[in-house]
């Protein structure tokens, strides 16, 4: 006799279209949200099929526009006041709504703080998979599946997994893993109006709502990155850092091994249980270059490396490598800047 509830009865050829959700951050959409999109876009093409963006919340209905000309073939536009506030259980249930609704193949979900809170919720809600942390996405060439592809044991191999039987398939994907989409004012799309049934916040209540006030500007937005590890030998190295980033124009970040022994605070760590950076110029000082940090840097333009161990891995992943101790490397370059800065002035 067969166990499997009704819900496992579904038709995925009944399913078509690849969706991202746009999350909206201080009144716009959030950047993160539109390299969801342009993944999305890049999928859709392989699949000859359409793209679906999904914008929930209140007085948000003016940002669908946007989503068409960052690549949106058709926007999902819940603006209500039931949606003013956010709470994850309330989101979700939208979301699983308007993919039950108007079935999607696959949904694509920001790993930030609020992706990674309500998208397993959806999964729960629709019972079907959910891959996280993506670093990629392919499409099978014989079942036309969409694969989301992630390292796994550490880093050591790389996963290309599949929703079977179930749709749509979600995925997420940490910020700056993918780039984010050009922004074309010619391209044209279609916006839906939707009116999702939720029920209420059983349970929830929000007291207060505050922003998170922070010290230096967030690592994976700054253009110039230098970053310290474990190679540093002790907290007192960041304080170099940090003279040489200011001198620079940069912002300091760390490896995990430099966050665990706790010489720089986690929100500024850099690799696979960090954060991933799109810098046009990262320091890695005193970094080894295991393959855990290299999958945060991978989005870097140029890489310049400083450590004394000349076997260190990093050296052979780096555009630019110095072999010595970096407490006479960085001084040293803190001076030349520094003097570049006063005959040009």
């Not at 044991?153 to 893993?177: D, M, Q, S």
């Not at 706790?262 to 320091?283: L, N, S």
Request: proline share 4%; aromatic share 8%.
């Amino acid at each position: 006799m067969s166990i499997c509830s009704e819900w496992d009865k579904i038709n995925t050829e009944e399913y078509s279209g690849v969706w991202a959700y746009l999350e909206v951050e201080d009144g716009s959409l959030s950047e993160a949200g539109l390299q969801m999109l342009g993944a999305a876009r890049l999928l859709a093409s392989q699949k000859d099929t359409y793209v679906g963006a999904v914008l929930i919340g209140r007085g948000i209905s003016h940002l669908a526009r946007e989503a068409v000309y960052y690549g949106a073939d058709k926007v999902y536009v819940a603006d209500d006041e039931r949606f003013e506030k956010y709470y994850p259980t309330i989101y979700g249930e939208a979301l699983a709504y308007l993919a039950k609704e108007y079935k999607p193949e696959a949904l694509l979900v920001a790993g930030t703080m609020r992706g990674r809170e309500f998208a397993p919720y959806v999964a729960n809600v629709l019972k079907t998979g959910i891959t996280a942390d993506c670093t990629s996405f392919e499409v099978d060439s014989a079942a036309k599946d969409i694969l989301g592809v992630r390292p796994t044991f550490g880093a050591y191999l790389i996963a290309h997994l599949r929703t079977l039987n179930r749709r749509p398939a979600i995925f997420t994907a940490r910020p700056n893993v993918f780039p984010t989409p050009q922004k074309h004012l010619a391209r044209e799309g279609e916006i839906i109006p939707t009116n999702p049934r939720v029920g209420d916040a059983v349970g929830v209540r929000l007291l207060s709502r505050s922003k998170f006030s922070r010290g230096a500007a967030p690592i994976e937005k700054a253009k110039i990155l230098v970053s310290g590890g474990k190679g540093l030998g002790g907290k007192e190295g960041f304080r170099i850092l940090e003279e040489f980033a200011k001198v620079i124009g940069g912002e300091v970040s760390g490896s995990r091994k430099a966050v665990d022994a706790g010489w720089i605070t986690h929100d500024r760590q850099v690799g696979q249980t960090g954060k991933a950076v799109r810098a046009e110029i990262y320091f890695a000082v005193g970094i080894s270059g295991a393959v855990q940090h290299l999958f945060g840097i991978r989005e870097v333009r140029c890489v310049v490396a400083i450590n004394k161990d000349p076997d260190a891995p990093i050296f052979n992943n780096c555009d630019y490598g110095l072999v010595g101790d970096y407490t006479e490397i960085i001084p040293a370059l803190i001076k030349a800047v520094k003097k570049i800065k006063e005959q040009a002035s």
